[in-house]
């Protein structure tokens, strides 16, 4: 565990990643951070067949089958009752991480998985669709709470200048979630018809080898000192993840940050979304997880074969055309980890967002002129691989720890409540609607991503600053000195300017007013 990795950085000096720290990110991510990328993708594969158990096991009951139509209405409720669960997780984390702590959340809530997997793993043997369903649901209520508490708890226990590469470490583990469940869909593996059931329960594995040993790692510091008020175990867990660095620093600005909150407590969503000290960082935690799923990258994973069937890909090439989009998934998650310390958080996701814009038009073009040019086809494939390209570079990881870095201790929790509702709700939306949309609007429902994309990707460009390498208490100043910024503005009256004093997360004195237009614009 004394092990040390030298990670290229852009600060002052060369940043130091030991051992524990990886070993608890890899731990993580890889019973939790990677469910959610499986279970995104783990239904596309055996979608028929899945659609004929229902219509056989609803036969057997009422000696009617379904319709085609009822038929689709059940399987996107199987795909997007997932995304119904991950609200319900991402609700109730902030009660879980501040009952638990983060650690204890991630190992606590594994129990959720065992039931999902048994739900659905006997789910043929028991002729019931009803526990594929609810088997969704709870794997959703897992990735919910897993999306919220994996990048908090990172983000917490990682230096400053380690927290972007540690924070981005969660995104590799869900491309290749989404890659493994590509590979094992394959026929020639658990692609075929009887073992479908497996194929969705398999995830139970990565899980048990987190649970056994995730234990043995110590409990958020911040956590340990700024809510339990626990000195001993917070030197003791910061030795263990850091070894070699100025500890005393450490908590001296974990120290400080307690006492800008020691008359602040914990905040409910209902005040976060009230206290106008903050408006600026909850806007933007909105903004970027709503475009996040808005995006469509949802819309790319639940439904890319029939994407790859309408782009004219031959049927028996299709699922190793899906599984080769799996390594490009990894191989952006892991240009992203290793750059986020060198260009920052806004490049990343300004890059991101754009590159998946311009290939969501080109899906439009290449999808309209395929009639015309065979050619075409493999446009919009290659444009499908620079969306999910696009996604995995940036906006994959970087939503979740822009929320973590955003907000102070007491404010972090209904941070992620809304940005996980608002994430959730805009997934079932898509997991929901994309069929109907793509019925209805055809080659041009791609444009609608589009432009949302555009439009994240410009608002990250003139609203949110640049938060690498810095405190959680300098972050909260930048902010500060944009809020003061609007007051300003908003106060004045003729030649007078009249100074408001803030209050609450950030505030300033009306003696500290200062004028810096890089930081409140960036």
Known sequence: MAEEVLIPSSGKSSSQLTGSLLAVAFITSFGSSMLYGYNLAVVNSPAVYIKDFYNKTVLRRTGTGLSGETLTLMYSLTVSVFAIGGLLGSVIVGMLVSRFGRKGTVVNTTVLVFIAGSLMGFSRICGSPEMVIVGRFITGIHSGISLSVVPMYLGEIAPKNLRGFLGLVPSIFIGTGVFIAQILGLHELLGKEEHWPLFLSVMVVPTFIQLMLLPWFPESPRYLLIEKHNVHATITALKWYRRKCNIQAEIKEMQEEQSSLSSVEMLSVWKLLLDHSVRWQVLSVMVINVGMQLSGIDAIWFYTNDIFENAGIPAPEIPYTTAGTGIIEIVAGLIGCFSIERLGRRPLMIGGFTMMGICSAGITVALILQAHSSFMRYVSVGCVVGIIAGFCIGPAGVPFLITAELFKQSHRPAAYIVGGSLNWLSNFTVGFVFPFLQMSAGSYCYLVFGSICFSVAIYVYLVIPETKNKTFME????????????????????????????????????????????????
Do not use: C
């Open 475 to 522: 972050i909260s100043q930048m902010f500060s000195k944009k809020e003061a910024v609007v007051e300003t503005h908003s106060l004045m009256h003729g030649d007078q300017l009249k100074l408001k004093k803030m209050n609450g997360y950030g505030g300033l004195e009306p003696a500290s007013l200062e004028f810096d237009s890089s930081s409140s614009v960036p």
